[in-house]
C-alpha cells in the first residue's frame, strides 16, 4: 500500500471510525468566550481573529484527536484573515500532527509545470511533518488543468508518503454542469475518475489503496456507489455528510465490507454543535466543547450504525 | 463597463501596451547579489528566502510599473515558503499598487458556497486595496466545481469593482485531456467560456467588458482565436508567451483591432532575463535589472510590431 494510504488506514482502524473532522474556523460562529478571550491579547483585527482562530482549533483538536483519525483543515477560512491567519493555519496542521491525526489540508490547490511542483513541495509533507512548510499529510487539488499538472503532485506525495485527493464529483448543488458532461458514454468526473485511479494504482506498489484519493460528494449517492467501484484504489474523501445534507445511509457505498477506503467529512455540524439543533438546545455557548465532543461521538455511531464502518468496531 | 475593467483599460491605453509581467520568484534563481544581501539579514532558511523574495520583487516592479499596465504574482511560489512567504506575498501586491499597476493574484482557487466567499472577500479588494486582506485587483479562478461556485466571485468583484480571471483553455501540454471533451458538439472549454461569457456580459453593466475574465494559453493560438470571438465582454489573459514557447504572432487574435481585450504574460524570460539568452550575454547577473528591463521593453515593442497592441502607440 501507499505510504499514506497505510498511516490513513492505521488510523481508521485504531479509531475504530472512518469520522473525518472539517475544521472551518469562521469568525462569526466562534463561541463568545473563544472571542472575548482573544480580545484580551490581540490589539489590531487580525491578530485578535488569529488569536481567537488558534484558541478555537487547538480546543477543536484536542476534543477529537482521541475519537477520529483524520482532520481537514480548510485553507479558505485561514487565507481570509491575511498573513496572521495563514500563520495559524501552519500551526493548526502542526498542533494536530502531534497528536497523531493525519491531517488533509482542504486548499483544492492546482497549476502547471513547475508552479504545481512548488505546490506539491509546500503543503505534501507526508510521513515527516517537517518535510513541507505546511506539514500536511494530504492536500485536495483541482484537476480541471489536466492529469499533466497532477503528476508533480503525485511525485511528490510518492516521495514523501503523502497523499492528493483529486476533485472528482463535488457536493455542491451545481455541481454537475460541467462534471456531467457526457462524452463517448462517459461523463467527465468518470474521466477524471479513470485518471485518478491509473495514478492510485501505479503508488499502490502493487496494494490496494496509492497515494491518489478521490473527492467524492455524499450529496450524489448514486455517483458515490458508482465511483467506489471505478476507483478501487483509491481512498475516497466524502464531503456533503450533516450541515450540507446527507445522511449515513447515503455514503454506505463509499466503503468496503471491512468499513475501510473512505473518510466522511463533517465541518460545521461539528465545529459549531453548540448553536445547532440538538446541541444548542442542551449546552450553553461556554460549552462548545461537550457540543463539539457529543457532535463527533454521534457522527461516529450513526457511521458505525447505518454503513460497513460499524465493522471496524468487531 | 465594469470597474475593474475600465480601470485595466485605462492602465492598458496609458502605457499604450498588454504586456502582463508575472512575479514568479524561484530561490535558486534569484541573482546571487539579491541572496547574498537576504542572507545578512535573516537567519532562519525561511528568513532569508522571505527577505530575498521582498528585496528582488519589489526591485522588479519599481523597474516594470513605469512600462506596464499590469502585474500577475504567483502565490505557490510565495506559500512555498510557508507563513513568512505569505507575507511577503501580502507586501507585494500592496507595493505594486501603490505603484498603480493592477495587480492579478494567480492563485487559481475555487471551492463551494460559503468557501467560495471567503476566497473572494480574502483576494479581491477592488478599486480599494484595503478592501481585502490579499488587496489584488482580480484573481484566478478553476471552474471545476461548476457555475454556482464561480457566482460568489462575481458577486465580490461585481460589489469592489474587482475581476476575476477564469481558468478556460491553460497553456499546459496536457490541457486538452479534459478541456477539449467534446458534448454535443461543443468542447469543455466552449462550454466554460459560454458561461464566462454570460456572466461576463451580466457584470458589464451594458458596456464592452465585465468583470469576469478568462485565461487562455497562447500556446493554442487556434483556440485563443475562437475564444476571443466566444466571450466578447470577457478580458483575457494570455500565458505561454516566451519561456513556454508562444511567440506574439500567436497571441495576435486576442486583441480587439484598437489592442484592447487582453493581457498577455512572461514571468520567467523577464524575471530571470539575467540568466537566458540573448540578456545573459549582454549582462553580467548583478546587473540583473537592467536585463529585466531590457527584456520588458523587447516584449513590449514585440507585441507593438506583430498584434493589433500596436494601434495602442498611436
Same mark, same amino acid.
Given at each position: ?169 463535488? *457536493?455542491?448543488? =451545481? @455541481? ?6 457526457? +462524452?463517448?458514454?462517459?461523463? /467527465?468526473? !468518470?474521466?477524471?475518475? %479513470? ?11 502493487? *496494494?490496494?489503496? =496509492? @497515494? ?6 455524499? +450529496?450524489?449517492?448514486?455517483? /458515490?456507489? !458508482?465511483?467506489?467501484? %471505478? ?11 450533516? *450541515? ?15 468499513? /475501510? ?54
Amino acid at each position: 500500500m501507499s505510504e499514506f494510504s497505510q498511516r490513513l488506514h492505521d488510523n481508521i482502524r485504531s479509531k475504530q471510525t472512518p469520522a473525518l473532522v472539517g475544521i472551518d474556523p469562521r469568525f462569526k460562529q466562534l463561541p463568545s468566550s473563544i472571542v472575548d478571550a482573544a480580545r484580551q491579547r490581540g490589539s489590531s483585527e487580525a491578530e485578535i481573529v488569529a488569536a481567537a482562530f488558534e484558541e478555537f482549533c487547538f480546543r477543536l483538536i484536542d476534543i477529537v484527536a482521541p475519537l477520529v483519525p483524520a482532520v481537514k483543515p480548510q485553507a479558505a477560512f485561514f487565507e481570509e484573515w491575511g498573513p496572521p491567519g495563514c500563520a495559524v493555519l501552519e500551526r493548526v496542521i502542526r498542533r494536530a500532527r502531534t497528536t497523531g491525526l493525519i491531517v488533509i489540508c482542504d486548499a483544492k490547490r492546482g497549476d502547471i509545470g513547475s508552479t504545481a511542483e512548488a505546490y506539491a513541495r509546500a503543503y505534501l509533507a507526508g510521513s515527516d511533518p517537517h518535510a513541507a512548510v505546511w506539514g500536511a499529510d494530504a492536500l485536495t487539488v483541482n484537476p480541471y488543468l489536466g492529469r499533466d499538472t497532477l503528476e508533480p503532485f503525485v511525485k511528490v506525495a510518492d516521495e514523501r508518503g503523502a497523499g492528493i485527493y483529486v476533485l472528482v464529483r463535488t *457536493s455542491n448543488p =451545481g @455541481a454537475g454542469i460541467f462534471q456531467d458532461r457526457i +462524452t463517448e458514454g462517459q461523463s /467527465l468526473y !468518470q474521466q477524471v475518475a %479513470a485518471v485518478v485511479e491509473e495514478l492510485a494504482q501505479e503508488t499502490a506498489h502493487g *496494494s490496494e489503496y =496509492g @497515494a491518489v484519493g478521490a473527492v467524492v460528494g455524499a +450529496t450524489y449517492p448514486k455517483e /458515490l456507489e !458508482q465511483l467506489r467501484g %471505478a476507483m478501487p484504489h483509491s481512498p475516497l474523501l466524502v464531503p456533503g455528510y450533516g *450541515s450540507q445534507g446527507a445522511g449515513a445511509g447515503e455514503v454506505a457505498s463509499a466503503f468496503t465490507s471491512q468499513g /475501510l477506503g473512505a473518510l466522511i467529512n463533517s465541518s460545521r455540524g461539528i465545529n459549531f454543535a453548540y448553536n445547532r439543533a440538538p446541541y444548542s438546545e442542551r449546552y450553553a455557548p461556554e460549552d462548545w466543547e461537550s457540543a463539539v465532543e457529543e457532535a463527533t461521538k454521534d457522527m461516529i455511531d450513526d457511521l458505525a450504525n447505518s454503513t460497513p464502518a460499524g465493522a471496524l468496531r468487531d
